[in-house]
């Protein structure tokens, strides 16, 4: 459900009434359903999903065939303060997570998409974690794992993620550039039916020049990682110039780019998808999807927030989970 105060209660009463998801799958919403109840009746949203108690969660999750509500009673309903950053909506939100992780790795649900929750509120309550991502990745032991945001007009993946620009160079290696090569080139094989197309960005402006930008990071990390790729049998090319490298002709013959740090992508993505692109960590043992913005405290529980990601990463958590065809 994400943070409590936020805008997740209210895209979760979106998805719980959207029948085009329930078509695909049943949507479970980890999270307070007195909280749900709160906003449903304050923006008069229908709440008439099934709430599901923890102790009798194991029992019913077998038997689900539409969607349902599992009250984890993670937070007082009556004290939360829409908008405001409170370290009791961030141990909430934290424990939803949780919860999902535990549901995924016993086989009780088939994949999981989170809702935003907001990182200064989480390491409030004294947990302190960049983000979903890192959780994820921690609680599930994934021995390599990365960030990818998809969208109908781009998809990244993030060698680096939540971490300071002054961070990234010493993060940088072939083994780690090839390893979100591998994982991206195997889910967009997954997403999109055949062998994927990629580009990989480089880290200095032009791409290092041959060396006259940075400390030589593309040609030490980042070709011969390329070239293991290549020779793997992937189509990609790279390292490129990053502020060439999303053209729009090359962003249509290209289905993801590889970038080396959190803003090098994020900023094309929120720029031409910011209502349909989906956050996804690849590499876990379970399918893990996300929204692809945050809390929105400015306008949480105020009926103006849009649930297209929520809904769009319901959708891509269902379809990456179905058995393969």
């Known amino acids: 459900m994400g943070d409590p105060a936020g805008i997740g209660p209210e895209i979760c009463l979106h998805l719980l009434n959207n029948t085009e998801v329930a078509r695909h799958c049943a949507p479970v919403v980890f999270g307070d359903a007195d909280v749900l109840r709160r906003v449903s009746a304050q923006l008069r949203l229908p709440f008439n999903a099934p709430v599901i108690t923890r102790a009798a969660w194991a029992e019913a999750a077998a038997a689900l065939t539409g969607p349902a509500v599992l009250d984890l009673a993670c937070v007082d309903a009556t004290a939360v303060v829409p908008g405001t950053l409170d370290a009791r909506c961030g141990e909430a939100a ?30 409030a309550a004294g947990h302190k974690f960049p983000g979903h991502t890192e959780i994820f990745a921690t609680r599930m032991q994934a021995p390599r794992s990365c960030m990818m945001l998809t969208s109908p007009e781009l998809t990244c993946s993030f060698v680096t993620v939540h971490v300071g620009y002054h961070e990234v160079p010493g993060l940088l290696n072939e083994r780690r550039i090839l390893d979100v090569i591998e994982l991206t080139a195997a889910a967009m094989r997954r997403i999109r ?14 791409a290092g020049e041959h ?24 189509v990609i090319e790279g390292p490129l110039p990053p502020d060439t490298a ?33 956050n996804t960590t690849l590499g876990l043992p379970v399918i893990r999807t996300s929204v692809d913005h945050g809390t929105a405290f400015d306008i949480a529980w105020q009926g103006k927030a849009n649930p297209g990601s929520l809904v769009e990463a319901v959708r891509l958590a269902a379809r990456l989970s179905a058995p393969a065809a």
């Open 94 to 123: 934290y424990r939803y997570v949780l919860a999902s992780i535990e549901a995924g790795l016993a086989g009780e649900v088939d994949a999981v998409a989170t809702g935003p929750l907001n990182k200064e509120a989480m390491h």
């Open 193 to 206: 039916g055949r062998a994927p197309r990629l580009v990989v960005c480089g880290l200095n402006p032009h």
């Open 211 to 234: 060396g006259l930008f940075g400390q030589r990071e593309e040609e030490r990390h980042i070709v011969p990682a390329v070239a293991l790729a290549r020779a793997q049998g992937l």
């Open 246 to 278: 999303f053209l729009a002709w090359r962003r249509k013959q290209t289905d993801a780019f590889i970038c080396m740090y959190h803003d090098q992508g994020h900023i094309i993505m929120k720029a031409l998808a910011f209502d349909t692109a989906i």
